[in-house]
């Protein structure tokens, strides 16, 4: 029964753009009557009322129920995309965030009237030191890629500050594009570096570029192949006798909380993903949080508002005469902020490690399972995730993206494909800790399937996906001429 | 713990086949010098119940928790939003989804982020809107980034004193490193954006003015394109309340080249500050220099009608140290928010909260000038306005708020430190007339 | 755009049942540690715990949330039940019934404790009587069927109370399947009335048949043919004069709001189903609510507790030395009535007005533009519903089910079928005024091509449904060797 | 109004086919002396937010308004709910979808209420659960009138004086107009039935027992069992508190015939006393005769495995005045509800949260007696017990009400006139200690 896989097919809905539902007339909403007289602007202000759609309120219920039926979210089944921690993201952090002494808050309400929720911030930015031994934590940047940006100005300050700005940054083929990308935002060029024949950085390499016109280096730890940067302390070390910075990209996280402190190895400036590790709803593209955690001698510099404890109340501090400013109108994403918290404070200490050894075992499991089904670059213990590729599918014109849409047939959500771009055609399958051992049984036993279905039937996967509402989009016809508006 | 679901046999049969003795044997790749000695120091864990009580007394020490009467907005605006919103938009289909990366099983997001877009064309009067971006404050920074970039000759951007200083200060920290500067234009005593202060300033690659702007006016647009026109530099709006284009004339029909926008009034909580939605729309022309997502329309190999992200040739995950923007995740949730929530108010409903706004906001400046207040302006506003207050008004102020939780106006002086005894008051369709009546007479 | 058929096909999950994604050892619970001392029970009074399924949180969230994509709900689409009323449950309603106020009240914290909960029930249950036209109205009943019952025990203790108890009921052909097994609970012989040729009582069969031993009459108005009983006042007239009473069988109460009120035409007893006109959620079989009005001679007999208000407080009352007693362990479905309350509240008397009025037209126009293409054994103008059969499609051999069935192919939910039973192969169509035009259109377009298709392509018809997860099943194995547990 | 689609011209286009002149020409078959003059005198209609200002002050007038402390069971208990459930439930594919007439579209339904039988099997130790019924007094009634009509030659049905008197006094309303009797066995002075008084019956048809009973206590079903062989009747217990079978002998072990229960323990609000969960179980002989609706599981026309209602022929809408019951819509979504909490807490989780319950029970007896009052019996309970309680305590639970929300015990009086100053006591995994120990230093 476990066995069979889960995707099938069923009765969904089309449903056609909103404004083709739209009807002169129909409002959605009913206003309170007012209480006070009109007063109408000067119409030499004044514009037609946008032509939004007019719908009835089970109008709009439908369209975005029949919307979300097309959907495929971690609640519907794994959804192993590496480097994306698709965990699950507990209700109960949904509950916690929709308080009204939360949702409902203005962030201008002064710091007497906002205890509960600078209390919160505090203590969250006490609990990210701690799991990633810092001295302090920002929780401003609202995503990952704004923490880099954070972590990079703070690096792009540090270096004013010591008088001699530098030009470079040295960036790993393995990086995510947003490393390079934020440095750039920093005036920093990058500096390709290639990860050596185990997937990983050779101190060597890394000293053969680093200089004194190179900033620093960005380190992604466990690196996107999955595999712990084990020189990591060397590399470090070389960089900060050149007087570099290490900035660390923590979006992998989740492989190892409770089993190495990024604070303590030499890392000066590390970014996390709230909305990977620490189980936050991605949102179909977000909001998430990427708070960043800097050593002692990096605080002078973080974002502010920074927040103080005094005895037992908290406040908001502005005058930081070092400080690269703000990255934020107000304070970052405090939605997401609470559902982290609630977080770490159901899991605990035991509940992390567990989360970052679980995961790392679903991992390997994975990659033990299939290293003979797909062919495995680099065939070593992983960290949460591991790196296959469609080399051994190739002799049947069957690519990463073919096995992709049929995993969909499946009822799988496929792996990240084509990232990292060291892997040719990389397969990139990160479980996450809240996959079961049955799941990722079938998930397992579907990847086997389409691997032999690629030898004997390889149509099934190049006419892929067939369940889903629509097939293969045509992405060259989008991007050509591109449609962005109804 | 109820979010893992390995059993002790799972385990042991797991690490059988993984080659690993022991939980901690996957680990032997890590140096034992890496390694954490000890335990993480974190508080024991919580039980979902304790949880509750916990968070619930953490909510409790924020005066939101109760029924307050909000009358500040600057940048954070207290409206009705409906239930079905956040009904539908926790539709576990929806929030637990990543970034759309294939398409086949996100036509949901895809469709409704295309919608979205649309509807902030709609909106906004502008040929493009992007599928957002983290807030108004760094849409903005990233408008600025699109004028220097564009306008090589240029290394200044022309920053309106009156656009919310959140977002100066951003634009600030993005141009630190880069070398571009950025210029004030100050404010006239009218508290609108000084033109002829502009017109005198040189060397700038485009100009930003907030409309309506912090003090809550509304900027004569037209006379800016005008300038940015004869100096051919880029013309930038922004604006912080969404709703104020359910009544005025929208930036695209002054010529904006960009606009950079704040969501949040459409259908999102203020949950002190975030996550709002950052609005980001421009001209065709500017098409391939807009950063983030993008959802276009197209074809599936059947010849239905379908929706992927587009365009991506812009982005860090294709261009990398060459993408407009490092952005990635962005605020899709929230996008998808407003598509529902301006979908509900649809097209009578966002002019008829509109013009309430504006409405009560008339009103209680009338209501606070009969209390002794002095109106600190004469222009036309939307739903903000800036008062002189009376000299004992902020006890009273502190005072309200610990008997009534009614929050009276935003102080300036931390802003504008010229402006002492003066308050930014905003009302939205929320406030009644009794609650401003209330308030009049209070501070009276 | 707008006239494509809604049905489609998408990826769903397979999902076996729940405990075969049980592994022991697994639970979804964090409980609190105990603060006091384990008190173990003698081990003679325990048993082995319930061998329930032992999941993770993702398992059982993965798992409602497979087979909720398996149903279809009025936020689907399309839901024309006739006798039914499915119309669009608003959402702001069960955020009103969720408030910790309503949720958490415990039915014995006493009536000073619990005044928010009394008034609320004082008023819907005035608003009610205004709505009907009746005296009064008891909430207690948890269903029609509960509400039919204790509309018939009234009856019942009514007749005890004048002396002499009759032995008979006449129920009309029509009515519905409740209304003689309500009846024969309370001891009455169901005497059967045919309906006249134009589909609705005639004053002479009723005249016939009503007699000293008849204790009433069960009329449903409108009835279920969809059909307004014109002579209901002269029926009235008639069983009174016999000493009979008449019950009102309310659940089609939605054609009528504001146009007519049952209680005074001669109507003496009335249930109505807040899960139909009301717009409570009927939760794929309830719960709902059966409140019942009287006139103002059966009050005395209404259950306890009754509520009284004095002054400006409320006070549940229990010394009515007549009353029928007590059919619910506590009041009725308060949570279900908080919902009601608040529909009626956000209508007002014009909405209500407007909801029967536009339930009514959407009726008619699916009537008149369907009856062309399907019998319609009564041609005369129906209230909010209409009742088609297959007598034209006989003849390609197609039923009433087949072409039920066949909707759900085109993406809509099909009418009652097989009922009412005076109509053979009853296809009975209830809109509801929720449904807007083009959704209507729609619909009307999916019968026709059916229609269409029972001539040229009758397998379409009898193979179907194809798009559901499962096609038809076998009901008559599952009743002949039921299995009812796993 | 928002509920309503139509627009002007939709009802002049519709009206023109209907051949109607107008929306009230629809009615013309309505014979004018029937029809309304004059509108409904109801509210104005209010907006959304009108009507969350009004509920919200209706739901402040009741005390669990706010945090409270329920140390009142007697049928509808104070348990924790986990976030899951209502989320889960109020997807709307569940709430918003009609009894599963369809199968087809259905199988959401279908194979959760399959489940929540099975579960409930397993819990009560049954061989057939039906799919619910509206609360354990109906489902009560609906068993003896069962037991009447399979035993004809006798009218009447003993049931013990501890069954919770609202469902004695349902038992007695839908017996009343049967000519069939409910006789009442009275309580021994442990605060048990008392089995010697029913030996003496005659002419009964049936025997209902509670266990946990009214009083908390649990009850030999084992000698009752005998009795019902002796006398060859039915054997029908009841219970109100479902989580006492994570750790009691189930019914089903003694051999009961029927079992009527309460579920509302099993994840469902208290709401105010409904709706909860009546539950209805019996063996294998009595399939026949149980009322209401069966899920079963059978196989598609391909083969697969599907679920569909079934033995429907016993039934109202196929049996009409014949049917086992008039029961149709019943507690379904409430089922459903069951079985997601069953399925959260699981076999582990039910047994936990058990035995905290009694844990919690045993202490709060013991801070009571320590505070005063009187342990009234002796025999064992689960987490209910009655207390008789000190003169003065009357007004201090008044004042505990008031000052601490705390509701401290059910008076017992009204219900049993005998026992003045007796009080009902109940605690749950949701009472801590602390909130136990408080309660008995006030009333000490
Ligand atoms: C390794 C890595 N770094 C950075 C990011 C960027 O994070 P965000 O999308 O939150 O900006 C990602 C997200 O995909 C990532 O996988
Ligand atoms: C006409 C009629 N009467 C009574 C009922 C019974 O109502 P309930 O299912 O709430 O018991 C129904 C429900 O289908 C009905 O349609």
């Keep these: 029964?476990?066995?069979?896989?889960?995707?099938?097919?069923?009765?969904?809905?089309?449903?056609?753009?909103?404004?083709?539902?739209?009807?002169?007339?129909?409002?959605?909403?009913?206003?309170?009557?007012?209480?006070?007289?009109?007063?109408?602007?000067?119409?030499?202000?004044?514009?037609?009322?946008?032509?939004?759609?007019?719908?009835?309120?089970?109008?709009?219920?439908?369209?975005?129920?029949?919307?979300?039926?097309?959907?495929?979210?971690?609640?519907?089944?794994?959804?192993?995309?590496?480097?994306?921690?698709?965990?699950?993201?507990?209700?109960?952090?949904?509950?916690?965030?929709?308080?009204?002494?939360?949702?409902?808050?203005?962030?201008?309400?002064?710091?007497?009237?906002?205890?509960?929720?600078?209390?919160?911030?505090?203590?969250?930015?006490?609990?990210?030191?701690?799991?990633?031994?810092?001295?302090?934590?920002?929780?401003?940047?609202?995503?990952?890629?704004?923490?880099?940006?954070?972590?990079?100005?703070?690096?792009?300050?540090?270096?004013?500050?010591?008088?001699?700005?530098?030009?470079?940054?040295?960036?790993?083929?393995?990086?995510?594009?947003?490393?390079?990308?934020?440095?750039?935002?920093?005036?920093?060029?990058?500096?390709?570096?290639?990860?050596?024949?185990?997937?990983?950085?050779?101190?060597?390499?890394?000293?053969?570029?680093?200089?004194?016109?190179?900033?620093?280096?960005?380190?992604?730890?466990?690196?996107?192949?999955?595999?712990?940067?084990?020189?990591?302390?060397?590399?470090?070390?070389?960089?900060?006798?050149?007087?570099?910075?290490?900035?660390?990209?923590?979006?992998?996280?989740?492989?190892?909380?409770?089993?190495?402190?990024?604070?303590?190895?030499?890392?000066?400036?590390?970014?996390?993903?709230?909305?990977?590790?620490?189980?936050?709803?991605?949102?179909?593209?977000?909001?998430?949080?990427?708070?960043?955690?800097?050593?002692?001698?990096?605080?002078?510099?973080?974002?502010?508002?920074?927040?103080?404890?005094?005895?037992?109340?908290?406040?908001?501090?502005?005058?930081?005469?070092?400080?690269?400013?703000?990255?934020?109108?107000?304070?970052?994403?405090?939605?997401?902020?609470?559902?982290?918290?609630?977080?770490?404070?159901?899991?605990?200490?035991?509940?992390?490690?567990?989360?970052?050894?679980?995961?790392?075992?679903?991992?390997?499991?994975?990659?033990?399972?299939?290293?003979?089904?797909?062919?495995?670059?680099?065939?070593?213990?992983?960290?949460?995730?591991?790196?296959?590729?469609?080399?051994?599918?190739?002799?049947?014109?069957?690519?990463?993206?073919?096995?992709?849409?049929?995993?969909?047939?499946?009822?799988?959500?496929?792996?990240?494909?084509?990232?990292?771009?060291?892997?040719?055609?990389?397969?990139?399958?990160?479980?996450?800790?809240?996959?079961?051992?049955?799941?990722?049984?079938?998930?397992?036993?579907?990847?086997?399937a389409i691997a032999k279905e690629a030898e004997t039937d390889p149509e099934k996967l190049t006419r892929a996906p067939v369940l889903p509402k629509v097939t293969r989009l045509d992405e060259v016809a989008a991007a050509r001429k591109p449609c962005l508006r109804g | 713990m109820r979010y893992l679901p390995h059993t002790q046999e799972d385990i042991q049969k797991m690490l059988a086949v993984a080659g690993s003795s022991s939980l901690d044997d996957l680990f032997k790749t890590i140096p034992d010098a890496v390694k954490v000695k000890g335990g993480l120091n974190l508080p024991e864990p919580m039980s979902e119940w304790e949880l509750n009580d916990h968070m619930e007394k953490l909510a409790s020490q924020n005066i939101a928790c109760k029924a307050y009467t909000c009358l500040i907005g600057a940048g954070s605006y207290d409206h009705y939003i409906p239930a079905i919103i956040p009904y539908l938009v926790s539709r576990s289909e929806f929030a637990t989804a990543y970034t759309p990366y294939q398409p086949e099983v996100s036509q949901g997001t895809l469709q409704g982020i295309y919608e979205f877009q649309t509807m902030i064309t709609d909106l906004l009067g502008m040929d493009i809107a992007t599928a957002s971006h983290y807030d108004c404050g760094t849409a903005l920074a990233e408008c600025a980034l699109i004028a220097l970039r564009k306008n090589r000759k240029a290394?200044?951007?022309?920053?309106?004193?009156?656009?919310?200083?959140?977002?100066?200060?951003?634009?600030?920290?993005?141009?630190?490193?880069?070398?571009?500067?950025?210029?004030?234009?100050?404010?006239?005593?009218?508290?609108?954006?000084?033109?002829?202060?502009?017109?005198?300033?040189?060397?700038?690659?485009?100009?930003?003015?907030?409309?309506?702007?912090?003090?809550?006016?509304?900027?004569?647009?037209?006379?800016?394109?005008?300038?940015?026109?004869?100096?051919k530099i880029l013309f930038i709006t922004s604006f912080t309340e969404a709703l104020a284009w359910g009544v005025l004339k929208k930036p695209g029909s002054f010529g904006a080249d960009l606009v950079a926008g704040e969501g949040q009034s459409l259908g999102i909580p203020k949950s002190f500050g975030g996550p709002g939605l950052g609005l980001l729309a421009g001209t065709s022309k500017l098409m391939r220099d807009l950063p983030g997502r993008l959802v276009g329309r197209t074809k599936d190999a059947n010849g239905q009608d379908g929706y992927v992200l587009t365009l991506s040739t812009r982005e860090q995950h294709i261009r990398r140290e060459k993408a407009s923007s490092n952005i990635c995740s962005n605020n899709g949730l929230n996008a998808m928010t407003a598509a529902m929530y301006l979908s509900t108010i649809g097209k009578i409903g966002i002019r008829e909260i509109a013009q309430l706004n504006h409405d009560k906001a008339i009103y209680l400046k009338s209501a606070l000038t009969g209390a002794g207040f002095e109106p600190a302006f004469d222009s036309p506003f939307f739903n903000e306005f800036v008062m002189k207050a009376p000299r004992d008004f902020s006890l009273k102020r502190a005072d309200l708020i610990s008997r009534h939780c009614l929050f009276a106006g935003l102080d300036l002086a931390p802003y504008y430190p010229e402006l002492t005894d003066h308050y930014l008051f905003c009302a939205t369709e929320k406030v009644s007339k009794e609650q401003m009546d209330q308030l009049a007479k209070e501070v009276a």
């Design chain 1, 1 to 448: 029964m476990m066995t069979r896989r889960p995707g099938t097919k069923g009765l969904i809905f089309n449903e056609p753009n909103v404004w083709d539902k739209s009807r002169e007339g129909r409002c959605a909403i009913s206003l309170p009557k007012s209480d006070v007289e009109r007063a109408p602007l000067d119409p030499a202000l004044t514009g037609d009322a946008p032509d939004l759609p007019q719908l009835s309120e089970l109008d709009v219920v439908r369209h975005y129920t029949r919307l979300s039926q097309w959907n495929f979210g971690v609640d519907s089944g794994m959804y192993p995309l590496g480097s994306c921690t698709m965990k699950y993201n507990p209700k109960t952090n949904e509950v916690q965030a929709a308080r009204q002494g939360f949702a409902g808050a203005h962030p201008l309400a002064g710091d007497e009237c906002s205890q509960g929720a600078l209390r919160l911030m505090y203590d969250l930015e006490q609990y990210l030191a701690e799991i990633t031994g810092f001295d302090a934590v920002t929780l401003q940047p609202a995503a990952g890629a704004h923490g880099e940006l954070t972590g990079m100005l703070i690096i792009h300050a540090y270096h004013a500050k010591q008088g001699r700005q530098r030009s470079k940054i040295i960036i790993p083929d393995t990086a995510h594009g947003t490393n390079p990308a934020s440095a750039t935002l920093c005036g920093y060029k990058s500096v390709n570096l290639k990860s050596g024949p185990k997937g990983i950085l050779e101190p060597e390499a890394v000293a053969a570029v680093m200089d004194e016109e190179t900033a620093g280096i960005m380190i992604t730890n466990p690196n996107t192949l999955g595999l712990f940067e084990e020189n990591i302390k060397e590399i470090c070390e070389i960089v900060h006798a050149k007087g570099g910075l290490v900035y660390g990209d923590g979006a992998n996280m989740n492989a190892i909380m409770g089993v190495v402190k990024p604070g303590t190895v030499g890392i000066d400036v590390l970014h996390l993903n709230l909305h990977k590790t620490f189980s936050t709803p991605h949102g179909g593209g977000g909001p998430g949080s990427g708070p960043v955690a800097v050593t002692r001698e990096l605080i002078p510099f973080l974002p502010i508002p920074r927040l103080e404890k005094e005895l037992d109340t908290f406040k908001f501090v502005t005058d930081c005469p070092d400080t690269i400013g703000r990255l934020h109108t107000f304070y970052g994403h405090f939605g997401v902020m609470v559902r982290a918290y609630a977080y770490i404070l159901t899991m605990g200490a035991k509940g992390l490690l567990d989360a970052s050894r679980l995961a790392v075992l679903n991992a390997n499991y994975i990659k033990e399972s299939l290293k003979n089904t797909l062919n495995l670059p680099y065939d070593r213990p992983c960290m949460h995730e591991c790196v296959f590729n469609d080399a051994r599918q190739q002799a049947h014109h069957i690519t990463t993206m073919d096995m992709a849409k049929r995993l969909l047939d499946y009822g799988f959500h496929p792996p990240t494909v084509y990232f990292p771009l060291v892997v040719e055609g990389a397969f990139m399958v990160e479980p996450t800790e809240t996959e079961s051992k049955e799941d990722i049984d079938q998930f397992i036993d579907a990847v086997k």
């Design chain 2, 155 to 231: 290394d200044k951007i022309a920053v309106s004193d009156l656009v919310h200083p959140g977002h100066r200060q951003i634009i600030e920290t993005y141009l630190k490193p880069t070398g571009y500067e950025m210029v004030l234009i100050p404010h006239t005593r009218d508290g609108l954006t000084d033109i002829a202060a502009l017109e005198a300033m040189d060397g700038i690659a485009g100009l930003a003015v907030q409309s309506p702007n912090f003090f809550g006016h509304i900027e004569d647009l037209a006379a800016f394109k005008k300038i940015a026109d004869d100096k």
